[in-house]
């Protein structure tokens, strides 16, 4: 079983939808990351968090430590927000556990 | 541009082949990593380099060698390889502390793409 959980694997959704993806770990952390990537294979880093809540234009990420889950929310989603969205997790030794990712196709 | 520069971004070799993928980044960082992205599996940890010194080799196969001239750049050398490691193989850097706290995030570079014939 793998350390980081994402849900769902696949998400299809209409232009201006609003959009979440969830993502849950068995670690203790001291970060939780949201990183896209693209189809042509570079990652980025959206957010870096360790509690609370994080906005940055139409993305909020969300981290409840004690329930060890955290979520992606997309608003108004647009379809160059089409990518994959990995959920990754700091260890409290500074290793690095990832998911799946999620990967978001809207449609015009 | 996340300042992590990969090159080349395709490759497609035999399986008697030797070539080597590049890293560069432009971060100042001083820790570097070699990810293996392969379809529907979370990312592998290949290497990691800390200050030029290797300080992880996450039981990879010896026809994978990696090397750290100096803190910006990142080289993984490939020989012999197997139609099984064709994937995206992505560089990534870090800042990380003097007590090995890493301090921050990860910058990924756009990744190789390598085909294994």
């Known amino acids: 079983k793998n350390e980081v959980e994402q849900s769902p694997q696949n998400l299809t959704a209409q232009e201006g939808e609003f959009i979440t993806i969830n993502c849950s770990y068995s670690?203790?952390?001291?970060?939780l990351h949201w990183l896209q990537q693209h189809p042509g294979g570079g990652i980025v880093s959206l957010f870096m968090l360790s509690s609370g809540k994080k906005k940055h234009g139409r993305l909020i990420a969300t981290i409840n430590i004690q329930e060890k889950h955290s979520s992606l929310h997309i608003t108004a989603s647009h379809p160059r927000d089409s990518a994959v969205y990995i959920c990754a997790v700091q260890d409290t030794g500074n290793q690095f556990y990832f998911g799946t990712g999620t990967s978001l196709t809207v449609i015009p | 541009e996340t300042g992590v520069t990969q090159t080349p971004r395709h490759l497609v070799m035999g399986m008697t082949n030797k070539k080597s993928l590049k890293c560069e980044q432009h971060l100042g960082h001083n820790a570097m990593y070699w990810y293996k992205q392969s379809a529907k599996k979370p990312l592998e940890l290949m290497f990691v380099y800390n200050f030029k010194e290797q300080t992880e080799n996450n039981s990879v196969p010896s026809r994978f060698s990696p090397e750290c001239p100096n803190s910006s750049h990142l080289f993984l050398h490939l020989h012999t390889l197997q139609p099984e490691d064709s994937a995206l193989y992505l560089c990534?850097?870090?800042?990380?502390?003097?007590?090995?706290?890493?301090?921050?995030?990860?910058?990924f570079g756009e990744g190789s793409r390598l085909t294994v014939l």
């Open positions: 670690v203790g952390i001291s970060a």
């Open positions: 990534a850097s870090s800042q990380e502390g003097p007590a090995r706290a890493n301090t921050g995030e990860l910058f």
